[in-house]
């Protein structure tokens, strides 16, 4: 920790990171969180992702102090916080709505945390100047809380937040509020100020997007559990299941079972045919028997137009290799840079794909039909124990 | 009472349509207010003589006498001492209920508590003040109980004097302080007090710096009903305090009533409304001060 990076001397503590020891959450009958074990580590951004009710604002509110785990403990640096209250634990909280009190200006917001420890004034004054810098608001302390846009609300917030130079920062859905556009430059500032100062971040947020472009590494949280932690990077390449493979990103979920060929899986289910079904090569050496679920991720696969199919003489085998297969259009959507195809496949089922727009001089039209294709590492396996729905 | 709102225009029609619902109240509000106001007024400017028989012309001697004379000015700021009084007395009291309210553990017990809360104002003020008469007499309730007990040996003079007035006042008006309180507290998000609390501040700290200052328009509100309700009530203080208390709406209802000194009743009437008008305009002025700086 003797190599703070520059800034974090300004914020005057060194970060802790944070372990979750066995946390389990009940609301009466209800099992908020299942037993969640986490260590989230100093100076790093971590994200906690998840659809609405997955546990992810009750977990967030357990390191904050606001609710007493059933079981479990939470840890700040080395200390045991579960037993105290959130006004003893040092933590920094952005609130959804921001949370500003009304009836003081700026700077008496930033310098609420200040006082309650009893900071000299002169100090005060000090300390929020300096963090109204840093999030960009000089000149601002005078105004009420109603005279901001909601972005400056926001970074009123997080000064606010970062005067009390706290250990570990928890940011509960803050730009789920701000418009789009302010939203993806909320995002970058809030990286970049993360950055700077080094502190210990949990972000809850339900937009992957925004968890994927933010953080260090995610927590996916789906019913109650940790589904699987890792970088973004690894999440979207590697799903440890099902839940995490649907819930980042878009995905086509192909259940396929082996065949003679080592390697070689055909799919079942709505993919099978009369024997015409989709051939997936995999990078497996397979000895397996039972079907796997595959991940392909709609980018990855290249759609190019074909000739239609010859009709299908009765009696004559059907030429398939992996990897390879062919549909018509059955819907696109244009959103600009990128274009969403959905395609019926000649031997049934559908495959989402996403092309990008440079990729046509002309687009495809409904009912055109195309050949696609893909390479073999974009055929992720899903591990065979996770077949269990969590 | 929550401030910020932007008021919704109505297209023309609709503003036509408005007003033609709100014609019933306004012709009975002409007819029994307004009138009436405007007759008591003419009255006021009246001159008597000394039989009490109305001299033709108008003019101000009414009012010289109102605030010329020691006892009805005493009697004036009596009562608005004694009005404000109930009503900081009032908000004191009405915070831990309204309090209670807001942070019912469940619907069910919220609904009770606002019967309960409410359910005085079913019975009639002139009850409510006997069952005060019952409790402080001589040989009442207080000082039977007192007495049985070996504490006191003669019974304790409690009715017939001001605090005995500003104790029922508090009883019967509680409940227009606890109401808009609890809408005050009720608006509160729940996540300024942990905002607060996540910044290091303690239960009692985040009460005097969030809770208590936020909570400022419902005091005011409820402060300003109480305040006009005590100002203006006259069967409380005279069967408790009895006839010989300085409030002025004793004075009035003698002069009007027993003394039939119209003229003078009217200047009594105006001059406590005038009084009354100024304190509620005052206490107005700051609760929109407060809530433009806060809201905007």
Known sequence: MSSQPKGAAALGAAPAGIRIDGVVQRFGDHLALAGVDLDIRAGEFFSLLGPSGCGKTTLLNIIAGFLDPSEGSVYVGDRDVTALPPYRRDIGMVFQNYALFPHLDVAGNVAYGLKVRKTPAAQIKKRVAEVLDLVQLPGYASRMPHQLSGGQQQRVAIARAL???????????PLSNLDAKLRKDMQSELRSLQQRIGITTVLVTHDQEEALSLSDR???????????????????????????????????????????????????????????GLLLGTELDITATQPLRFVLRPERIRVV?????????????????????????????????????????????????????????????????????????????????EEVPA | ??????????????????????????????????????????????????????????????????????????????????????????????????????????RTVRTVLYVLLVSPLLTSVVIRTFAWIVLLAQNG??????????????????????????????????????????????????????????????????????????????????????????????????LIGGRLQPLLPITIYQQAVQIANLPLAAALSFSLLLITGIVVFLLGAVLKRWEKRTYG
């Open chain 2, 141 to 238: 309730l207080i000082n039977d109980a007192l007495r049985n007990l070996g504490l006191i040996d003669a019974p304790l003079r409690m009715l017939w004097n001001m605090n005995a007035v500003i104790i029922a006042y508090v009883q019967v008006m509680l409940p227009f302080a606890v109401l808009p309180l609890a809408t005050s507290l009720g608006e509160i998000p729940q996540s300024l007090s942990r905002a607060s609390m996540s910044l290091g501040a303690g239960r009692v700290h985040t009460f005097f710096h969030v809770t208590l200052p936020l909570t400022l328009p419902g005091m005011l509100t409820g402060a300003i009903i109480v305040f006009a309700l005590a100002a203006g009530s006259y069967i409380t203080p005279l």
């Open chain 1, 305 to 385: 137009p074909a000739p239609p199919p010859e009709p299908r003489m009765a009696g004559r085998p059907v030429i398939r290799s992996p990897n390879r297969t062919g549909g018509t259009l059955r819907e696109l959507s244009y959103s600009g840079g990128s274009i969403r195809l959905v395609v019926d496949l000649f031997g049934g089922g559908q495959l989402i794909a996403q092309a990008e727009d440079a990729q046509f001089t002309e687009l495809p039209v409904v009912g055109q039909p195309l050949a696609l294709t893909w390479r073999i590492e974009d055929v992720v396996p899903l591990p065979a124990e």
């Open chain 1, 163 to 173: 005067a009390i130079s706290p250990q570990v920062l928890l940011l509960d859905e």
């Open chain 1, 218 to 276: 995610i927590g996916i949280l789906g019913s109650g559990r940790l589904q699987q932690v890792g970088t973004p990077l690894e999440l979207y390449r590697k799903p440890a299941n099902r839940f995490v493979a649907e819930f980042i990103g878009q995905a086509n979920l192909i259940k396929a079972q082996p065949t003679s060929v080592a390697g070689v899986f055909e799919a079942v289910d709505r993919f099978e045919n009369e024997g015409q």
């Open chain 2, 1 to 106: 009472m929550s401030g910020g709102t932007t008021r919704a225009r109505l297209p023309a029609s609709g503003r036509g349509f408005a007003w033609l619902l709100l014609s019933p109240t306004l012709l009975f509000l002409i007819a029994f207010l307004v009138v009436p106001g405007i007759l008591l007024a003419g009255l006021s400017l009246r001159n008597v003589d000394s039989m009490l028989n109305l001299q033709p012309g108008y003019g101000l001697s009414q009012y010289i006498l109102v605030f010329g004379s020691t006892t009805y000015a005493n009697a004036l700021f009596t009562t608005l001492w004694v009005s404000l009084g109930t009503a900081l007395l009032c908000v004191l009291l009405a915070y831990p209920a309204a309090w209670l309210l807001v942070n019912a553990p469940t």
